[in-house]
Structures are given as structure tokens and as C-alpha cells.
């Protein structure tokens, strides 16, 4: 499909930009996240995003009670079975977040220049002099001329439906603050961040740990999203809580990087984490707008380089009311695809937006885009340098395989793996072509009873560009040799045919074990 790879670092022929892609078998290589709510819960619109090129759905417990996203996720699972594509489910915690109450609704105008009042007293009715808040802590952790900001899920710090807060004095447990900006704020709840301030509650809270010790092991989750992970003990002892919790030591745990605490220690937090998401609608407000791309351009280098997934938020906020995204969002999405992001996470536009399916698709399509232009060549051979030498057998075997998949102009790259460590490492050259990962099961028992694994390896590789799944029957015994690796094989070619990934005369490249032996394998085929 990408057959006419254009260089951004080269003259572009500008009639050459309006020629239209062609249609392939998958939206991008770049994943999308949709955050499920309000507006993408029955199964005809969640069938809608899959078919769109969703592979991962978020279930954010910030709102909403496990009876809801339960019922939320038997549509998902109906939608799944209807459409026949794969997605992973993501729980997303409420971790430190702090909260404005707002018990009776009523919509709260608040003024420039006057004054309110935050308080933990949430006996207290909101209004425009006070606002009840979540948290005791505040009038410790915050000082005069601090900066804090109140809005809906999308708040910029600035617009009519959120607002800007400067700390003037601290009275007791109270923090008074002056209003910057003019504005209305409407609904139950809303988000209180202080900037750059050290929220002393710990990241999962006794909430957080409840809801995954149920929700989260009733439906097997493939990914925790650490929302305000701040150091790589807050990955530890997710991790760890996660270990005791039958099937979920298998889950994967991705560091939601939202504040400047987490930015100091993102080398340490990338160490301990399976994937980073780059929370952008936080980390954007505590950190000066100027300096925003350069955490997103570093942090994406420092992810690709260890070939763990980032997933970068808050891209098309204006599709949550709008068929189309402003040339700013347009631009910004292919621009996280060509700084390495391995997936796009969707919040208000899916979760509460009018346009879930179309946000999906038209980011779907600027990512393949930018895809197109993705200078390969160079982030390859900045990949292999940051590896060094000696390289691992598995890291040489995988580097060569995305190598001579790019001369013989393979359309596909086809990866055998039993623990996914193989196809990630694979991912992490970025292809220009797909790689099918052929998920082996293998037997296993935890002392009370066998199951096979691979289903979670399986679903983990639908939040990393360019990894394409398949779950291997399996009756196919684990032991690798010549006639199981062949028909195996068989099943993941007629496969890669029937979505139409492959067609006849097509190179691949295999990557397989042949007994003990790694081998890279290219094969042709008949017409
Ligand atoms: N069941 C299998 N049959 C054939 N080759 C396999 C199988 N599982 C893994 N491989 C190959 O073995 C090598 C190690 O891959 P890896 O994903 O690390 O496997 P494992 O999880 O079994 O350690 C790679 O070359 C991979 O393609
Ligand atoms: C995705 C984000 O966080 P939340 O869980 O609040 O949506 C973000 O801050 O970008
Ligand atoms: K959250
Ligand atoms: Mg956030």
C-alpha cells in the first residue's frame, strides 16, 4: 500500500498532495483509542467506530459507575462479534484527581477580577463566591500567586465554559482565589488542576483498587491507564497490586505522563511501564504553552527508541461539536504521527462528542497521511544506533526482517511470537508495511487449572503502529516444527488474502523459530 513513498526531506511535487490514497484492508498503521461514554455505547455506533479503525476502547472511571461501563462493554463485545474486529479494553483510573462538586447542577457564572472561594467543605452548595472541592490538601500543597484552572473534560484554562484561577490567600482549609476570565461552568463535576503543585493522594486510590479488583478482573483488562503517574514507584506498586489479581498480572500498565512531576521522572517511569500515554489536556495546562512540543517530540524519541507504545491525547478537540477539525488539530495529529506516537487516544470527541465515527475516520485518515511521508530510512538507522552492538539474536533477527521487507518490497511482514516480544520488537523498526503478529498459544497452568495464553498478547498488539493480531488455533502444538510451522503459516497467509493485506504474486517475509533457530524467511507467491 505504501508503494509511492514520498520524503518530507525531499522537493514534493505539489500537484502529487491531492492525488487520493488507495483504499487499503485498515484505516492507518497508527491506533486510535476511543474513549466509550454517553456517545458511543450502543452497539450500532461502537460497531461504527471499530469499522472506523478504533482497535482499543478506553473505559474512563472518572465518571460513571462499573453498572454503566459494564454495559458499555457487553455492547463493545456484541459489536466486536458483529463487525468481526479485534479491541482491547482499557480501564482508566480516577487516581489523584481533584473534583469539583456540584450536587444541585446549577450552571455557576463566575466573573473576572471577583473572588472564590475553593473549600473542602462539600456540605457547601456551589456557587459563584464558593466552590466544594474533593480534596482537604489543597490549602497546604498551593500558595499565593499560584495558578489554578476549574472546567469540563476539554478545559483550556481560558475559553467561557472553564476557568483561570489565581491563588490570592489561604484561610484555614480554604484557598480564596481571583477569577482571571469570565466564565460558565455547567454540569455535576468538574476538574481542578493546580499547576505544578505536588498533590499529595496516592495514584491508585482505595476507589481505583476496588474497581479493578472487580470490574477489571471480571473482564480481563488488556491495559491500566495510570492516570497522574508521577514516579516509577506508582508503576511498581500498580504492578504489583495487579500480580495478586488472578488473570491481570498479565495486564499491561500505560504511565499517563499529566503533570510536571511526572515530565522530571519520565526516564524512570518509562523504565517500569509497558506504554506511556502522553496526556496531553493535563500536562497542556501545567506546563507554559511553548514548551509543550518539545515534551512531546522528546518523550515520543525516548519511547520509539526502547520500543515501548506512546499514545498521544487531545488532538481534534473541535470534532466534539464539529464535522471537521481545525487546520491546527488537522496539522497537530499528523504531526504526532511523524514525531513516533504508536497510537491516538480519543476522549470528549468519542466519549461525548456528536461525531464519534467521523472524528475516528478523518484522524484514521490524516495519520495514513503522515504514515506515507514517515521518513523510515532515517528512523531506522537511528534506532539500530541507539541499540548499539553486540545486538540480541531476536533484535538482530527483527531489524532484518523490517530491513528485507523494505528491499524486496514485501507487502507484509509476518511474525510468529508466543509472548508478543518478537512482533514488538519487530514494530519497533516501523515497517512501512503491516506486520501480521501470529499469536502461538502455548499451554500453561497456575497450579488450579490449564488455559492457554496468548489472547492478551494478542490485544496488547492493538495499541502498537503497525501490528495487525492473529490469535493461532490452539489445537497447533507450541513445539515449532517444519509441519506446524507450515500450516500455520498456511492459515496466516489465506488470512492476510481474505482482508486483503495480501494478494497473489505478493512477497512476504516470514519471521519464525525452525527448531532452535530464528530465521528470516522471504517467500513468494504464486498467482
Ligand atoms: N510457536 C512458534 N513457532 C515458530 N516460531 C516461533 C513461535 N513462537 C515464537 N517464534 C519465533 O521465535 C523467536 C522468538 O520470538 P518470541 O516472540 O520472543 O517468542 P517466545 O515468546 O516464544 O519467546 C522469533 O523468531 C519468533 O518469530
Ligand atoms: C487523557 C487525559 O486525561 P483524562 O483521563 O482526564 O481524560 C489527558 O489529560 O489528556
Ligand atoms: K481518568
Ligand atoms: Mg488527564
Given amino acids: ?57 478506553r473505559f474512563d472511571f472518572s465518571w460513571g459507575d462499573p453498572e454503566y461501563h459494564q454495559e458499555t462493554l457487553e455492547n463493545l463485545k456484541a459489536a466486536v462479534k458483529n463487525t468481526k474486529k479485534l479491541c482491547a479494553v482499557m480501564l482508566d483510573t480516577v487516581g489523584p484527581e481533584l473534583q469539583v462538586i456540584n450536587k444541585s447542577e446549577k450552571s455557576i457564572s463566575l466573573q473576572a477580577d471577583a473572588l472564590v472561594v475553593l473549600t473542602p467543605n462539600q456540605e457547601k452548595e456551589a456557587s459563584s463566591e464558593v466552590l466544594p472541592i474533593n480534596f482537604y490538601g489543597l490549602s497546604k500543597a498551593v500558595k499565593p500567586g499560584d495558578t489554578i484552572f476549574i472546567g469540563q473534560y476539554l478545559f483550556t484554562g481560558s475559553e467561557t465554559t472553564s476557568v483561570w484561577l489565581e491563588v490570592s490567600e489561604v484561610k484555614g482549609d480554604d484557598v480564596v482565589c481571583v477569577i482571571k476570565n469570565s466564565a460558565t461552568l455547567a454540569g455535576s463535576l468538574f476538574t481542578l488542576h493546580a499547576s505544578q503543585i505536588r498533590i499529595d493522594l496516592p495514584t491508585l486510590s482505595d476507589e481505583d483498587k476496588e474497581v479493578i479488583s472487580t470490574w477489571g478482573v471480571q473482564n480481563k483488562i488488556d491495559f491500566l491507564s495510570l492516570s497522574y503517574t508521577r514516579h516509577a514507584e506508582d508503576v511498581r506498586r500498580a504492578r504489583d497490586y495487579l500480580s495478586k489479581l488472578g488473570d491481570l498480572y498479565q495486564t499491561q500498565i500505560f504511565a499517563k505522563i499529566e503533570n510536571v512531576e511526572g515530565l522530571t521522572h519520565f526516564d524512570e517511569i518509562l523504565q517500569e511501564a509497558d506504554g506511556i500515554i502522553l496526556s496531553r489536556g493535563n500536562l497542556g495546562i501545567d506546563l ?56 491516538i487516544l480519543l476522549g470528549a470527541e468519542t466519549l461525548r462528542g456528536l461525531y464519534p465515527v467521523e472524528t475516528i475516520s478523518t484522524v484514521g485518515k490524516i495519520c495514513a497521511e503522515a504514515e506515507k511521508v514517515f521518513n523510515q530510512d532515517m528512523y531506522f538507522k537511528k534506532t539500530v544506533k541507539f541499540v548499539g552492538e553486540p545486538m540480541t539474536h531476536l533484535e538482530s533477527i527483527a531489524s532484518s526482517a523490517v530491513r528485507a521487507a523494505i528491499k524486496v518490497k514485501a507487502s507484509v511482514i509476518i511474525c510468529f511470537t508466543s509472548s508478543g516480544r518478537a512482533a514488538r520488537l519487530i514494530a519497533k523498526y516501523r515497517p512501512t508495511m503491516p506486520v501480521l503478529s501470529v499469536v502461538i498459544p502455548r499451554l500453561k497452568t497456575n497450579q488450579l487449572r490449564w488455559s492457554f495464553s496468548g489472547a492478551f498478547e494478542a490485544r496488547q498488539s492493538l495499541i502498537v503502529r503497525g501490528l495487525f493480531p492473529m490469535l493461532a488455533d490452539p489445537r497447533h502444538p507450541a513445539e515449532s516444527t517444519n509441519a506446524t510451522n507450515e500450516s500455520v503459516l498456511k492459515v496466516a497467509l489465506d488470512h492476510g488474502k481474505v482482508s486483503g493485506v495480501i494478494k497473489s504474486r505478493d512477497r512476504v517475509v516470514v519471521c519464525q523459530k525452525v527448531g532452535d533457530a530464528s530465521v528470516v524467511k522471504i517467500i513468494e507467491l504464486e498467482d
Fill in 1 to 57: 500500500m505504501h508503494s509511492s513513498h514520498l520524503l518530507l526531506e525531499e522537493p514534493i511535487r505539489m500537484a502529487s498532495i491531492l492525488e487520493p490514497s488507495k483504499a487499503s484492508f485498515f484505516p492507518a498503521m497508527t491506533k486510535i483509542v476511543g474513549t466509550l461514554g454517553p456517545k458511543s455505547r450502543s452497539v450500532e455506533v461502537i460497531s461504527g467506530c471499530l469499522k472506523a479503525g478504533m482497535s482499543v476502547a
Fill in 288 to 343: 507554559p504553552p511553548e514548551k509543550v512540543f518539545l515534551f512531546q517530540k522528546a518523550a515520543l524519541y525516548k519511547c520509539n527508541v526502547v520500543g515501548k507504545p506512546a499514545v498521544v491525547t487531545r488532538v481534534v478537540d473541535s470534532m466534539t461539536g464539529n464535522l471537521r477539525p481545525t487546520r491546527a488539530e488537522a496539522t497537530d495529529v499528523a504531526n504526532a504521527v511523524l514525531d513516533g506516537s504508536d497510537a
